[in-house]
């Protein structure tokens, strides 16, 4: 039987046939553990079902992977969908582009969602949207208390498989239960005190839509780490400094204190975000510092 996992737990994987809508408990065969292969979330499996328990199965095969990724652990991926508030609370732009570079890295196309747009003044979300989209990505703005940008996002994700990300109390569980109300997600409320959300998804999980979408929700993030970068790769992450290098004095230039740098010429003409520097700025001299340690 084929089928794929929809979520891990303590040695146990749960897959969803979709040939008949059920879902299966399974283990691994030892030989994945020989090989050092571990079954993630997001893997397209065969399952036998022969001599077990109803509902149980052991993992045969796991199929090839046409990508794996490492922050979240999971496999088979189209493109993945960031999630932030508005407001309420502020997003934490630094962070969101912390994630986009953790993508791109990864080679995942991301889509970026500001959710809650309901209580946003009209020209600080066309800043948000404008922000982001100017440097290539795809932006929708959703209020799922108002159910407003849902069809625009279920067109996105239709025929694939989103890995749905961001901060706790954003929206996430909320935007599941709209599309999939099977999935009874547990929504966080918002803590009124701090205005961050409570942890509600612990572990990475794949929810069935349909034929072909799937929504893998992950545990909410309040601080990512890119250490894993060179301080001088960092600027190949940018898009939008791509369109100027070529005009900088200096082939490798940084665009920090260098001379004739065009990337800061278009920075002071405004075609480039200070948004977006300043974090570039923030997260350079984060990884300067690392090196020195």
Do not use: W
Not at 13 to 29: I, M
Request: proline share 3%; hydrophobic share 35%; with cysteine.
């Amino acid at each position: 039987m084929k089928g794929k996992i929809i979520k891990g737990i303590a040695g146990f994987y749960y897959v969803h046939v979709p040939e008949e809508n059920t879902v299966y408990e399974c283990k691994a065969k030892g030989i994945f553990r020989n090989q050092k292969v571990k079954p993630l979330v997001g893997d397209d499996v065969e399952i036998d079902t022969n001599d077990q328990p109803e509902g149980s199965g052991i993992i045969a095969v796991i199929r090839d992977r046409k990508n794996e990724l490492v922050r979240p652990a999971v496999a088979n991926v189209d493109q993945a969908m960031v999630i932030f508030a508005a407001a309420e609370p502020d997003p934490n732009l630094n962070l969101l582009d912390r994630f986009l570079i953790m993508m791109q890295k990864q080679k995942v196309n991301t889509i970026v969602c500001f959710n809650k747009k309901d209580i946003v003044a009209g020209k600080e979300l066309a800043l948000l949207m404008d922000t982001y989209r100017h440097c290539g990505y795809e932006v929708v703005c959703t209020s799922m208390l108002q159910k407003e940008g849902v069809a625009e996002v279920f067109e996105l994700i239709k025929g694939k498989t989103t890995v749905l990300a961001g901060p706790s109390g954003v929206g996430k569980s909320s935007l599941i239960n709209v599309i999939q109300p099977k999935a009874n997600m547990e929504t966080g409320n918002v803590s009124e005190k701090i205005k961050r959300g409570k942890h509600t998804t612990r572990h990475s999980e794949l929810i069935f839509i349909e034929n072909e979408t799937y929504l893998m929700d992950t545990p909410g993030f309040s601080s990512l780490y890119i250490n894993e970068l060179e301080k001088e790769e960092l600027k190949d992450y940018f898009i939008e400094f791509k369109e100027y290098e070529n005009e900088c004095r200096f082939i490798g230039c940084v665009h920090l204190n260098e001379p004739g740098c065009a990337v800061k010429e278009a920075l002071k003409e405004e075609k480039i975000s200070k948004i977006r520097y300043e974090n570039y700025t923030v997260l350079y001299r984060e990884l300067k510092e690392q090196k020195r340690y």
